[in-house]
């Protein structure tokens, strides 16, 4: 079950699925990696979470251009000369469907519309570039001795992993 299926049958078994108003409101708080941005004005929707251009390049780095959502190289089209589930004008301002842009990108996210808080996971085309530069990404745990090692130590050397898990 897709995550925007299940806060849309939460949203209409608590009564609150209703057709957005897109009036602007105070107040919400998104999660991406390791910021926490507080939005001062999001749309008022249930089920997705709509901020300004210049919010959406705060969450995930994404800059609204002429073609579209864009990160670095990366581009989610998107038609900014009439409103979409993505995009929409209203009194003059735009706004950009972040939720909707995370489903177009595959990117897993969380919402308690309740605490208005939404939490969203790694952009998957984002990571693959540690599959296209052959590289890991750096981790650190100890060793039998309880020295922190970190994986970065061994820049430039071969390096075996094993893992294993009981489970």
């Given at each position: 079950m897709k995550m925007t299926t299940f806060i849309l049958a939460a949203a209409a078994s608590l009564g609150a699925l209703s057709v957005p108003?897109?009036?602007a409101q105070?107040?919400?708080t998104a999660l991406y990696r390791e910021r926490t941005v507080i939005l001062d004005a999001v749309l008022e929707d249930p089920t997705d979470l709509w901020v300004s251009p210049a919010d959406l390049t705060r969450i995930n780095d994404f800059v609204l251009k002429p073609e579209g959502a864009c990160l670095d190289d990366l581009c989610v089209p998107i038609r900014q000369d009439e409103d979409s589930a993505i995009f929409v004008h209203r009194e003059s301002q735009a706004w950009?469907?972040?939720t909707e842009l995370?489903?177009?990108l595959e990117q897993?996210?969380?919402a308690d519309p309740e605490t208005r808080v939404w939490s969203f996971g790694l952009?998957?085309?984002a990571r693959t570039t540690f599959f296209q530069d052959a590289l890991a990404p750096d981790f650190s745990l100890p060793d039998r001795e309880g020295n922190l090692v970190r994986l970065s130590d061994f820049r430039g050397k071969k390096v075996?992993?094993?893992t294993w898990a009981s489970w």
């Amino acid at each position: 079950m897709k995550m925007t299926t299940f806060i849309l049958a939460a949203a209409a078994s608590l009564g609150a699925l209703s057709v957005p108003t897109f009036a602007a409101q105070p107040g919400a708080t998104a999660l991406y990696r390791e910021r926490t941005v507080i939005l001062d004005a999001v749309l008022e929707d249930p089920t997705d979470l709509w901020v300004s251009p210049a919010d959406l390049t705060r969450i995930n780095d994404f800059v609204l251009k002429p073609e579209g959502a864009c990160l670095d190289d990366l581009c989610v089209p998107i038609r900014q000369d009439e409103d979409s589930a993505i995009f929409v004008h209203r009194e003059s301002q735009a706004w950009v469907n972040v939720t909707e842009l995370a489903d177009r990108l595959e990117q897993a996210w969380v919402a308690d519309p309740e605490t208005r808080v939404w939490s969203f996971g790694l952009v998957p085309p984002a990571r693959t570039t540690f599959f296209q530069d052959a590289l890991a990404p750096d981790f650190s745990l100890p060793d039998r001795e309880g020295n922190l090692v970190r994986l970065s130590d061994f820049r430039g050397k071969k390096v075996m992993l094993l893992t294993w898990a009981s489970w």
